[in-house]
């Protein structure tokens, strides 16, 4: 019996290592949050009634492909090698995601000239920029990359993120930009933050010892889940104020999950709960928003 259990056991563990290889090469390939961006994108769609444009949704996530990988194209420009099983996913496979983010970024650049995609050039290369610019300096030597700016992360993922996913499918739908554009956009703006500070606590020793100034450095991690439970608040309200209905049901759902996740976040958690559970809470908000319109 007991060599049953054993040769029972054996036959698990590669369907196991094969299971956890998976889940490491969609979390840290960042396959998963350009996933999320997808689906957000695709939500905006649905919240504004009109039809879903695929090549804008699969823009999207690409570009988001593209800039998330950007780092490991910096590593083999530079020539940094590295070697060890005991190195980070990402470092591991730096080769991988360099191919993985040249081919992103030429099949982005080819969606958005065959589709003909409607967005103001200049806007997308200022997003751009910015995004490669939060973990890559721009000028070597010269400037540091945005994110060691004090306290200016958790506004860029914010600003960049809504108006990628609410922004440009909106532009190219040709919808007036009106005030409640303004409010459409701001909801996920506000969302996205609420999120953004997580990472923050996520990368509390990180940035301590690079001596960025985050909202836990100048609050302390237990007051920056009360300002990130706070703007879910906020959030909430909005909400309140602008949908009804299964959609409004919906978003409330989808907000309990969120504040669930920032109530347990912590920078003793490991990465993965931030790679599945922060990053996912954008996938759970989509998914909520898709049943209510279905």
């Known amino acids: 019996m007991l060599e049953e259990k054993h040769s029972k ?9 094969w299971l956890k290889a998976g889940i ?5 390939s960042s396959v998963f949050i350009s996933l ?5 994108t695709v939500e905006t769609y649905l919240l504004t009634g009109l039809d879903v444009s695929l090549p804008m ?24 090698r590295t070697s060890g099983a005991e190195q980070p996913w990402s470092i591991r496979y730096q080769r991988v995601l360099a191919l993985v983010d ?11 000239f065959l589709y003909g995609l409607q967005i103001n050039l200049w806007f997308v290369l ?11 300096p721009l000028a070597r030597g010269r400037f540091k990359p945005f994110r060691s700016v004090p306290l200016l992360k958790v506004f860029l993922i914010a600003l960049v993120w809504s108006a990628v996913t609410v922004l440009f499918p909106l532009i190219d739908a040709a ?6 554009v303004i409010l459409l956009w701001l909801r996920p703006c506000l969302f996205i933050l609420v999120l953004a500070l997580l990472v923050d606590i996520r990368d509390y020793t990180y940035d301590r010892r690079t001596r960025t100034l985050t909202f836990p450095g100048l609050l302390g991690e237990h007051y920056t889940r009360f300002l990130s439970l706070g703007l879910l608040l906020l959030y909430l309200l909005l909400v309140l104020l602008t949908e009804e209905g299964a959609i409004l049901l919906s978003l409330v759902v989808a907000s309990l999950v969120a504040g669930l996740i920032v109530w347990h976040a912590s920078e003793e958690k490991p990465r993965i709960y931030y790679a599945l559970l ?15 319109v279905s």
């Open 278 to 292: 922060a990053d996912g809470a954008m996938l759970i908000h989509f998914a909520f928003v898709y049943l209510a």
């Open 102 to 112: 040249l081919l992103s970024l030429i099949s982005a650049v080819v969606l958005f």
């Open 126 to 136: 200022v997003l751009a920029l910015i995004s490669v610019g939060y973990t890559v």
């Open 36 to 40: 999320c961006a997808f689906g957000l």
């Open 57 to 80: 949704a699969g823009f999207v996530f690409l570009a988001t492909l593209f800039t998330y990988n950007t780092s490991s194209l910096q590593r083999i420009w530079r020539g940094w």
């Open 175 to 180: 919808v007036q930009l009106d005030g409640s």
């Open 9 to 17: 056991t054996r036959r698990q563990q590669p369907l196991m290592n």
């Open 24 to 28: 490491e090469a969609l979390l840290y």
